[in-house]
């Protein structure tokens, strides 16, 4: 458990200096992801199953959509060992939290998204670390 609790806290801050796509705040500044939002499972031989809830500042669909993309991509980006990584909305936090988590855990829908020059360009801004 104990290295569960190292892979957490290693995931954790990957994801905390994400900056949100409207505010010049970190994720982890606007609480939109804390420490305790971030599960680790191992499932298998070194691998992990990650999971990340996370609570968008305004229950806005867009930018909801944005930060979970953000936080798919800078994982996939800077994770150093295998997993299998599930992101959610925390619950009760947004409309349409349904559409949203299905849509963030679609790997053809995140890889559309990518394709799209505008919000790829909002995503590197958000995952790129500040020098």
Known sequence: ????????????????????????????ELEVVTENGVEVQEIGEEEYLVTIRFTPTVPHCSLATLIGLCLRIKLQRCLPFRHKLEIYISEGTHSTEEDINKQINDKERVAAAMENPNLREIVEQCVTEPD
């Open 1 to 28: 458990r104990a290295m569960e609790h190292d892979r957490a806290m290693e995931v954790y801050d990957i994801i905390r200096t994400i900056r949100d796509p409207e505010k010049p705040n970190t994720l982890e």
